[in-house]
Nanobody
Framework: VQLQASGGGLVQAGGSLRLSCAAS????????MGWFRQASGKEREFVAA????????NYADSVKGRFTISRDSAKRMVYLQMNSLKPEDTAVYYC????????????????WGQGTLVTVSS
């Protein structure tokens, strides 16, 4: 599957952004999807995941209550609504496809797209 993330940009602390991920070429609807991020000088970290049906979601503790992941399988899209953004949310955000239909572990994700940069100013 080919994945392309978009929607990043510069926002002030407390603001909101909505990231989108378009999936083309390959299976999408029967797999869990996820968002990850990598800040400069740090390792990539898990942000959120959603099951194939959209009925199950998982979040990193650092974003719970602020971020919401969703999907529209008919459009082959995954979204990440980010509210109450903090400077520590600054990172390149990547979407990825799991090898399974439900989220189990961040290591399940093997298909990665190009990232989109989110910068949160204080």
């Amino acid at each position: 599957v080919q994945l392309q993330a978009s929607g990043g940009g510069l926002v002030q602390a407390g603001g909101s952004l909505r990231l989108s991920c378009a999936a083309s070429v390959g299976s999408f609807a029967t797999y869990a999807m996820g968002w990850f991020r990598q800040a400069s000088g740090k390792e990539r970290e898990f942000v959120a995941a959603i099951s194939w049906s959209g009925s199950n979601t998982n979040y990193a503790d650092s974003v719970k209550g602020r971020f919401t992941i969703s999907r529209d399988s008919a459009k082959r899209m995954v979204y990440l609504q980010m509210n109450s953004l903090k400077p520590e949310d600054t990172a390149v955000y990547y979407c990825a496809r799991s090898s399974f239909s439900l989220y189990r572990d961040s290591t399940d994700f093997g298909s990665w797209g190009q990232g989109t940069l989110v910068t949160v100013s204080s």
